[in-house]
């Protein structure tokens, strides 16, 4: 695709800012449904999976003469590579501009000019294929990182599908994609409407729908069987946990029991549960049989 109106400069907070006589420091502007895709692992996986469309690759200034200095040279080289298969123009620029764009996020020298990515719309859980078939359900999750790190894990793990709620749920943002390490770019992730209605429509049509709860009446993560019934993994928000209503459509709850200098040995309420993020994969392990593999 031809490149859109980068043009630098503007008016903000009040005062008229003098664009930069060099073209590496002049600040671009994000077109419509352009964002700044940034990091080696998402730029890399985004243009080897090829779901978006691009604009071009903003690498930072010098980088491309000293990658045999960089660690990770062969996947910084083999992103720059691809985006030269695609036809895109490279463009170096300062790394203040790349600061700028990125909200001086971890960019690695690398940012990706593309549109952004959509959930993909879903009504009902599709028929399990397996016993051992596993999907993540997250019910408003807002946060990005651990929205992130839950794609990372859901892939890693080898996890059936990813959905979540098509309201007050993070968008699917550069953000999310670095904190999935660009599992995001290669894995679809769905969005319902109306996460309720899916997954008692789910629990009906065979699914064993297992919420993560910290709640007296929850059932041991450890002695949840696994494999034995396809699987969806329900997890809420960091605050507020699991809505009322998407509870009563699950067929079990389940917790994981801490035992180190944890609430359990210390009856403090201080540390009484994981990162959700931190759960989800604990979750996933026990279902996918990964740890006792």
Wanted: aromatic residues 4%; glycine residues 10%.
């Amino acid at each position: 695709r031809g490149g859109g109106d980068w043009g630098g400069g503007g008016n903000r907070g009040g005062w008229e800012r003098t664009p930069s006589t060099d073209p590496a420091k002049a600040m671009p502007v994000m077109p419509v449904g352009v964002e700044a895709l940034y990091g080696i692992s998402p730029v890399r996986t985004a243009l080897e999976q090829a779901r978006r469309k691009f604009e071009y690759l903003i690498v930072q200034e010098g980088a491309l003469a000293n990658t045999s200095a960089k660690k990770d040279e062969p996947a910084f080289a083999r992103a720059v590579e691809l985006a030269r298969e695609a036809g895109l123009e490279i463009k170096e620029m300062d790394k203040g501009v790349l600061n700028n764009l990125c909200a001086n996020r971890p960019h690695q020298g690398l940012v990706l000019a593309c549109e952004e990515l959509d959930a993909e719309p879903l009504k009902e859980l599709p028929k399990a294929a397996a016993p051992t078939d596993v999907w993540l359900a997250l019910d408003e999750v807002t946060d990005p990182q651990n929205l992130g790190a839950m794609l990372r894990s859901a892939y890693f793990l080898g996890a059936a599908g990813v959905v979540v709620s098509k309201k007050n749920s993070a968008r699917l943002s550069p953000v999310v994609s670095k904190a999935s390490a660009g599992a995001l770019e290669i894995m679809p992730v769905h969005a319902v409407g109306n996460m309720p209605v899916m997954l008692h429509n789910a629990a009906t049509n065979g699914w064993r729908v297992v919420a993560a709860d910290v709640t007296p009446d929850s059932q041991p993560l450890a002695e949840v069987p696994a494999g034995s019934a396809p699987t969806v993994i329900v997890m809420g928000s960091e605050g507020r946990g699991l809505r009322t209503m998407v509870k009563r459509a699950c067929t079990h709850t389940a917790v994981i029991s801490g035992a180190g200098f944890g609430a359990e040995k210390s009856k403090s309420d201080l540390v009484d549960s994981l990162n959700v993020s931190v759960t989800a994969g604990i979750f996933l392990s026990h279902f996918l049989q990964i740890i006792s593999a």
